[in-house]
């Protein structure tokens, strides 16, 4: 490989959006089966969690299957509603309190994406279960630059009690590499971007100076034999957490290499890197709906997750007039007003959802449909009412038409279905149909 081919694949240069002419990349996502429709398309999964549940009245529509209308939560879905399937009867069992008392929060946020109990700890010994979207990103792997990517509008943290004892870590991640092993979501839209189309503030000396023939040998190389005497002095959790640690960084190592085999076409215009993290939190939504909207639309990455905040968030509203915190309003529905304000609340977040699937339905693939239309997003949060922390009937939205594998436009029930069959059904369209059971699923929910 040639100098300048590796450092451009290093992160030099910039993504263009996938155009008509890019002949050789659509050959091969058609060749590949998996995450591609049949047209040979590109075919994005993406999953997006709110916090707190929603006001189930003004969440589920009214009428028939195929006739419904819309609830006040999401009159701003109105015009895609041949893109949209709005289901109920979705459950996380796992997500209830069973023996482990209060802390439903982080249950809801751990157990959305894994359908698994989350130990009970604020310790280090945390575990749940893989998440569906790793799952997937497995299997899609080498296919894209990215196998996956982590976006969050809140906070990281990844240690330290948050929710009755319950670790942060479940509750300010929604994707798990492993049941151990959170994939930490990048919250800045300015490094974001920079991660899509490769700008750094590194100097093109900085970056050759990293692929001199001492620097090409793995990392992992000059420190294995010093780790492995190290591993001797430590205890049984230690060594695991070193193990892990060697695990990721090998992985970080071969994604690397994995992204620079692409080819990186030349720099797009009218794309400007953002600033940093807005001051205003409505910024930082759209922003960061942004740059999952320029990923999928370059083909950067075909799996994606989004948390607008974690579950539990006492955010407040001012710019649409609520000073108060959103979960502690949650709690207070008895009162006319608060009620109302719930509720203003959830249509905000719905219609920062909205914008970015109008984002996506003005976008074409080289198929001639809409990124949208080849897309399927998950919507929804762990919570089904806030007020009550239940984790039944939960509030769920499929967006997109999978490529002409989904049945969209309409309002049905999956009749009391672990959320995970859902998920099933999912990765059945992705081309992912050898993995027969998920977490707690009991079998494919098929009708979507």
């Not at 996502?29 to 998996?34: E, G, L, N």
């Not at 296919?143 to 670790?167: I, M, N, P, Q």
């Not at 000059?222 to 640690?245: C, I, M, Q, W």
Request: charged share 20%; net charge negative; hydrophobic share 35%.
């Amino acid at each position: 490989m040639k100098r300048r081919t590796l450092l451009r694949g290093m992160g030099l240069s910039l993504c263009l959006p996938l155009l008509e002419s890019m002949t050789a990349r659509t050959l091969q996502a058609a060749a590949s089966k998996v995450a591609t429709t049949a047209s040979g398309a590109p075919l994005r999964l993406a999953f997006v969690y709110f916090p707190n549940g929603a006001q189930q009245k003004n969440w589920f529509p009214t009428g028939g299957e195929r006739d419904f209308q819309l609830g006040p939560t999401m009159e701003s879905l109105a015009g895609l509603k041949s893109h949209i399937q709005i289901i109920g009867g979705l459950d996380q069992e796992n997500a209830e309190a069973g023996n482990d008392g209060a802390g439903d929060h982080a249950r809801a946020n751990a157990t959305f994406l894994t359908g698994a109990r989350a130990t009970k700890t604020s310790g280090a010994d945390i575990r749940v279960g893989q998440s569906i979207d790793q799952v997937a990103a497995e299997h899609v792997q080498g296919v894209t630059r990215f196998s996956s990517l982590e976006l969050s509008c809140d906070a990281v943290r990844k240690s330290g009690g948050c929710d009755s004892g319950y670790s942060c870590a479940y509750q300010y991640n929604l994707s798990w590499r492993s049941p151990t092993q959170p994939m930490t979501p990048e919250t800045n839209p300015r490094a974001m971007f920079e991660r899509l189309f490769g700008l750094t503030a590194q100097s093109d000396a900085e970056r050759a100076q990293r692929l001199t023939d001492s620097d090409r040998r793995s990392l992992l190389d000059f420190v294995l034999e010093d780790a492995g005497d190290l591993r001797g002095d430590l205890s049984t959790n230690d060594r695991r957490k070193l193990d892990e640690y060697l695990s990721s960084t090998r992985d970080i190592e071969r994604r690397i290499a994995q992204a620079a085999k692409f080819p990186i076409p030349d720099q797009p215009s009218g794309i400007e890197a953002p600033a940093g993290v807005p001051t205003r939190y409505a910024d930082h939504l759209e922003l960061m709906f942004d740059m999952l909207a320029l990923a999928l639309q370059t083909d950067a990455t075909r799996i994606a997750t989004l948390l607008m905040a974690a579950d539990g968030s006492n955010r407040s509203f001012p710019d649409i007039g609520i000073p108060e915190g959103h979960h502690y309003l949650t709690h207070n529905q008895n009162d006319t007003e608060m009620h109302e304000k719930v509720g203003r609340i959830d249509r905000f977040y719905m219609e920062h959802f909205a914008r970015f699937l109008q984002r996506l339905n003005s976008l074409q693939d080289p198929d001639g449909n809409s990124i949208l239309h080849n897309s399927m997003i998950v919507y929804g949060g762990g919570i089904g009412d806030g007020n009550r922390h239940n984790h039944d009937n939960l509030p769920i939205v499929l967006a997109g038409n999978g490529g002409g594998r989904l049945d969209a436009g309409r309002y049905h029930s999956a009749g009391g279905s672990p959320m995970t069959n859902l998920y099933l059904g999912l990765l059945e369209r992705m081309n992912i149909g050898e993995i027969e059971a998920f977490g707690d699923s009991t079998g494919t929910y098929a009708n979507i």
